[in-house]
């Protein structure tokens, strides 16, 4: 088949309603527990499918599985026993006697040994070892003059963050693991029905990590239909091969929606530049020269994460700091404010009044500015976000 075309970068962005109900409206336990957001949890769970002796009663079988993996990937005369290990967590390496710190160790989060094998595992959402000593790693599987290989556990391989030895160990991902286990349970329909329990936790485990999202509803469909039909892309749906062609279409979809997203928080980084640098030239400028009480003194921009898309505009002491808020942290602020505005354009700049000292905000409200406003430069006369600024600290707002 020829090369498949590139995309319309319209489509990611007309797909991503549908998709991202598809998304949210999805039970899984997992998610429900929000498990598998810090490696410890993870580990814990791959540490029971590993042991033998666990209560998922499938016996060595993801030992074996694991080993099969392993061996995969290494020459035929490194290559260790399938099965018969012992399995061990938290497994601190050689090197730190005497002087254990809990927050440098190198810390092996799975350890599988036996007399003459073992297998150390750093779980890590990437291969990466993120400053562990893969010597100290590769030292402790090897005590004893055993056989030992180093594992990478991981959700996602990203081959060029394994640095200074960690090219060396093996890279196994938890859906490569995962669908390996799939494929045996779906075919023991013995163990399925003798263990229901066990089985519904592996579906979701499954579910989680190996085949993402469910199935839209017919109404998202539907959307996802008419945005392929709409943006061009309909033509995909009459070649051949299919699985080939889906399989390409969710890259370049993937692709895509990578640089949109990139693209977009580098674009959330300039408004952010361009509204300090706004309020250090002029706003607070034009606010002070207003303000009957609690000028402002210093321009801010310390936040991170959720709250990184703010300026703030600190007054004198005594007075609340008022943020000039935009894009995701207007969302989260939209959620939290006590009245809520109806149906907010987030192409906007919002302004907002902090409500207590400790945090919050007492009312939200749009400002008229847009982010393609700042973007090309505010005038030094225009003063729609001086007269939000006045608006919001007026007493009418101070309740």
Known sequence: MADSPAIAPELVTALVPSLSRSLAEQFNVFRVMRHGTHEKQLSNVFAWLLDAQGTHELGDVPQRLFLDLVNSAIPVGRRLPSAGYEVAQEVVAPGHEGKLDPASADISDIVLSSTDAAVVVENFGTSDGHGHDYRRYLALGTSGGRDAIVVLLCERHVPHLQRDGWENAVVITYAGFLKALRT???????????HPDQHVFLRQLFEHFVEGPAAMNTDDTLAFLTAMCKTGESARYGQRPRDRVTEEFGELIAAQARRQLEESRALLASVKRGLRDYANSTLV???????????????????VGQWEWCVELQRSEGHRTVFLEFGPTAVVQQGRAPQKLDDPDYSQIFVALESTPEGGVSHLMPTDVHLADVLTGLASDDVRLRDAVLDIVSDMHIA
């Open 184 to 194: 045996h349970v779906t075919a023991d329909r013995k163990w399925r029905r003798q």
């Open 285 to 303: 400028g034009q606010v002070n020269e207003l303000i009957s009480a609690g000028p402002v003194e210093k321009v801010v921009t310390r936040f």
